[in-house]
């Protein structure tokens, strides 16, 4: 059974590019979460799809944005990058809507680089 | 305000010896509770979680956490450190609809 996958691992990119970013959540999950860490600090909650839909959103500006798919793989996209992007960005799974009881587990992340 | 505090940011514990990591939350009820492990370079994996029932709650790798309702506390135990429990750990509340709120992490360092 495979658990959250992420891709790439690593991405190196310029101010003002456009970045995107993958997860493939564990199987049997529908829910996808996305999370940014920036260097020694904790993750922050960008956003979460649900049924193909943000249901919740961070405190993050609208250059972030994401899609689910029907299969449930999500996408975190990232315009007019920002040398303040750079950090580890993890996808989350989980399983329905229960209001928060469902555990979440993480993939490997992704990180991004902004020169 | 919700809020999530992790007190010490660095604690260096001899092997064999006992871990205690603290976490203090702010909420006016009582919130879903948990502790990740990071290892470097590496996601979070779940040591363990509290939603209600017992206020001490069984993880994996030996951990332990006690929910006092009184303190607005979760603090993560471990009878006896081994060196790969060298990593970071974070304390994470939900307060709403699956929205994971972390705190700023305690790297654990563990000597010979």
């Known amino acids: 059974d495979a658990g959250v996958t992420q891709s790439p691992t690593h991405l190196i990119k310029t101010r003002g590019q456009q970045v995107t970013l993958r997860c493939s959540p564990k199987s049997g999950h529908d829910t996808v979460s996305w999370y940014q860490q920036a260097l020694g600090q904790g993750p922050q909650f960008i956003f979460q799809?649900?049924?193909?839909?943000?249901?919740q959103r961070g405190n993050f500006p609208d250059r972030f944005s994401g899609h689910q798919f029907p299969n449930y793989s999500s996408e975190l996209n990232v315009n007019a990058l920002l040398l303040g992007d750079s950090a580890l960005y993890l996808c989350a799974s989980s399983l329905g809507a229960s209001g928060g009881q469902e555990t979440q587990y993480f993939g490997p992340g992704t990180r991004l680089l902004v020169l | 305000a919700q809020s999530v505090t992790q007190p010490d940011i660095h604690i260096t514990v001899s092997e064999g010896a006992s871990l205690e990591l603290r976490c203090n939350y702010s909420?006016?009820?009582?919130?879903?509770l948990f502790w990740y492990v990071q290892s470097p370079g590496q996601g979070l994996q779940l040591l363990l979680k509290y939603f209600s029932g017992d206020t001490l709650v069984q993880g994996i790798k030996g951990f332990e956490a006690e929910f006092k309702r009184s303190q607005s506390s979760f603090n993560l135990r471990k009878p006896s450190v081994h060196w790969s429990d060298a990593a970071e750990y974070f304390c994470?509340?939900?307060?709403?609809?699956?929205?994971?709120?972390f705190g700023a992490g305690t790297q654990v360092v563990v000597t010979p």
């Open positions: 909420y006016g009820a009582t919130p879903y």
């Open positions: 799809y649900y049924e193909e839909e943000e249901r």
């Open positions: 994470a509340v939900v307060f709403s609809w699956g929205k994971l709120q």
